[in-house]
């Protein structure tokens, strides 16, 4: 992570990788989704469904995606994994949700993925 990458994480508590997805990568992706989980849906009521890994190959190597993995070494160091396999489908610009965990607030089961990073600690 550059110097600039780690103060956006610090201050923000997340950053965004751009260009992690070519654009046959997010069509690939966006066609899987289409024929797994055709479904319709609007902002007032997005679909959250699990087991995405089940679905293609696709799906499976983004746990690793070599743009990403980095990042988690540099952020969690050697032994990461991923606990959780789903995927929300909203529609572009939507308004609903938020970035997971929020802002800082407790709402929610108590412990629940929800914590504060200050001056890295």
Not at 14 to 24: A, D, F, M, Q, S
Not at 58 to 74: G, Q, R
Not at 84 to 108: E, N, P, S, T
Request: aromatic residues 12%.
């Amino acid at each position: 992570m550059t110097p600039e990458e780690k103060f956006v994480f610090d201050l923000d508590g997340y950053i965004v990788i751009k260009n992690v997805l070519t654009p046959e990568d997010v069509t690939r992706l966006n066609a899987i989704a289409d024929r797994e989980f055709g479904q319709p849906y609007d902002e007032t009521n997005f679909k959250r469904t699990s087991r995405v890994s089940r679905w293609d190959q696709a799906c499976v190597d983004l746990f690793d995606h070599p743009k990403v993995v980095p990042y988690l070494l540099e952020l969690l160091g050697p032994k990461f994994r991923a606990d959780h396999d789903y995927c929300i489908f909203m529609k572009k610009g939507a308004q609903r949700g938020r970035l997971r965990g929020g802002d800082g607030r407790q709402v929610g089961r108590a412990g629940d993925h929800w914590y504060k990073y200050r001056d890295g600690v």
